[in-house]
Structure formats: C-alpha cells, structure tokens
C-alpha cells in the first residue's frame, strides 16, 4: 500500500533489466543494514567484556543507527525514482 504523500505518475512497467537493477539495489542496501546491526552487537559484546574500551566502541555504537537510517533512505529515493513516484 502506498503512503498517502506518494503518488505514482500512472502504471508502472519494468523490463527484467530494470527489475533486476531494483533487486540489486534491495540487496545492496539489506546488506549494509544488516552489517550496521551486527556492528552494534559487536560493539555492545565489546563493551561488556573490555569495559576499558567504550569510548571507543560507544562512538561506533552510535554511528551505525545513522548509517543504517541513510542506507534505507538512498535505496528509497532510487526505488522511489525507478518506479516513477513523487511527493504529493
């Protein structure tokens, strides 16, 4: 279902070439996510057992949020693009 703040140009057709693009583009970005995710675990479980290092790992700790958050948003821009919506 689409947000009611983004509305399609009409139907949308994609040729193989483009929906393989497209996938491409939702692996790329469900891989950094999720590598964001695992660096966060890694810093947590770094923390609890060398305490000595969480200001260094608390500063990678919160960066990983933001990256994520812009890696979902680039893809969504791409999609948003590849399929022809814009911002009502």
């Known amino acids: 279902m ?4 983004v509305k399609p140009n009409g139907p949308v057709t994609l040729n193989e070439e483009q929906i393989m693009a497209l996938h ?7 891989h950094d996510v999720n590598g964001r995710l695992a660096n966060i675990v890694a810093a947590a479980e770094l923390i609890r057992l060398r305490p000595e290092s969480s ?4 500063k990678q700790l919160l960066e990983q949020p933001h990256q994520a958050a812009e890696s979902i948003a680039d893809f969504s821009r791409r999609f948003e693009q590849m399929l022809g919506l814009f911002r009502a």
């Open 55 to 58: 200001a260094e790992r608390l």
């Open 24 to 30: 491409g583009e939702l692996r790329k970005m469900r």
């Open 2 to 5: 689409f947000s009611s703040s």
